[in-house]
């Protein structure tokens, strides 16, 4: 019996083993590390063969260039993964959109926005709008019907909520509750759309005022 009892002994500590070096593999600072040295190897075999070969001097630096582009390309897809990462865990998890502003901040921003026709009235009051931007979803059937309103002006509009509190495009997708000209509006289309056009300086003016 002892032996077996070393034998799961070791297959426990192959187990942990197997789960730090997975962990350790994973790691941001590691997988950086590994470009790094695959970037080295890769520029000392590129040197190396361009000597043997008696090129000129000035031939070492094409080679260069494509592998530090190739670097970063490689270097900007582990950040775009792990951003796809966050986002799905932040859709998953959410259940308000959590702003945190004093009430009478978001009634003048929803009568700035009203008298600028930006806001469908007969469909969403300065109820629904507090409601949406600050309540859970459960409590609430409220909704906000943005109208006549840009890409670029509703991202103004929303980045001032997302850099106070962090709140991120996804999130208000996931509401459900916010429309622009009846659609629900998406992350993408924010993050896209909402940099082709940029807003008048009226609007921003009238929109900066509203906040502290």
């Given at each position: 019996m002892k032996i077996i009892d070393k034998i799961a002994d070791w297959l426990d500590s192959f187990e942990?083993?197997?789960?730090?070096?997975?962990?350790?593999?994973?790691?941001?600072?590691?997988?950086?590390?590994?470009?790094?040295?695959?970037?080295?190897?890769?520029?000392?075999?590129?040197?190396?063969?361009?000597?043997?070969?008696?090129?000129?001097?000035y031939w070492y630096f094409a080679p260069i260039i494509l592998i530090v582009f190739v670097v970063f390309l490689i270097l900007g897809k582990i950040t775009q993964k792990k951003r796809k990462i966050k986002t799905k865990e932040q859709i998953h998890t959410v259940e308000t959109i959590g702003v945190n502003f004093n009430r009478p901040i978001l009634d003048n921003l929803f009568h700035t926005l009203k008298n600028m026709d930006k806001?469908?009235?007969?469909?969403?009051?300065?109820?629904?709008?507090?409601?949406?931007?600050?309540?859970?979803?459960?409590?609430?059937?409220?909704?906000?019907f943005f109208i006549s309103i840009t890409w670029g002006e509703?991202?103004?509009?929303?980045?001032?909520?997302?850099?106070?509190?962090?709140?991120?495009?996804?999130?208000?997708?996931?509401?459900k509750k916010i429309y622009r000209n009846k659609l629900l509006i998406t992350a993408k289309a924010i993050s896209n759309n909402g940099l082709r056009t940029s807003p008048e300086d009226y609007f921003i003016e009238r929109i900066d005022k509203c906040f502290p």
């Open positions: 942990e083993f197997k789960n730090r070096s997975k962990r350790w593999y994973l790691s941001e600072n590691t997988q950086k590390l590994l470009v790094l040295a695959m970037f080295l190897i890769l520029l000392s075999a590129v040197f190396y063969n361009l000597y043997e070969a008696g090129l000129s001097w806001i469908d009235v007969e469909k969403t009051d300065v109820d629904d709008f507090y409601n949406v931007l600050t309540l859970p979803f459960e409590n609430h059937n409220s909704e906000i509703l991202r103004y509009v929303l980045e001032k909520f997302k850099k106070r509190f962090g709140i991120g495009y996804a999130v208000f997708e996931t509401s």
